[in-house]
Nanobody
Framework: QVPLVESGGGLVRTGGSLRLTCVAS????????MAWYRQPPNPPIPGPGR????????????NYIDSVKGRFTISRDNAENTVSLQMNSLEPEDTAVYYC??????????????WGKGTLVTVSS
């Protein structure tokens, strides 16, 4: 069973919106800090790899990278084991494959460096 399944990506124009959802399984979701990462398609090798975009703690506290502050909102639903990313005012620079992951007090919550397939977001200019 794949522990992390992302969905909601698609093709939008600049200024558009998308909502990404990640369903997590196989760990105590409510005890995990959850995060969204992104990686441009066809990334350079070597390169930075997946970049942290936003995270949400077990207490609901959130953090964002500067480039998405005020445009993206991360949220979680512990009853449904889901973490979402509402993305507004999208820009071409947001084009990437988006992944979620989670961490508990011991480290990776869903397997060491284990990732889902991600969901592709493409923003056209």
């Amino acid at each position: 069973q794949v522990p992390l399944v992302e969905s909601g990506g698609g093709l939008v124009r600049t200024g558009g919106s998308l909502r990404l959802t990640c369903v997590a399984s196989g760990s105590t979701f409510s005890a995990n800090t959850m995060a969204w990462y992104r990686q441009p398609p066809n990334p350079p090798i070597p390169g930075p790899g997946r970049v942290l975009v936003a995270s949400i703690g077990t207490d609901g506290s959130t953090n964002y990278i500067d480039s998405v502050k005020g445009r993206f909102t991360i949220s979680r639903d512990n009853a449904e084991n889901t973490v979402s990313l509402q993305m507004n005012s999208l820009e071409p620079e947001d084009t990437a494959v988006y992944y979620c992951n989670g961490f508990d007090s011991t480290g990776w919550a869903y397997g060491v460096n284990r990732w889902g397939k991600g969901t592709l977001v493409t923003v056209s200019s």
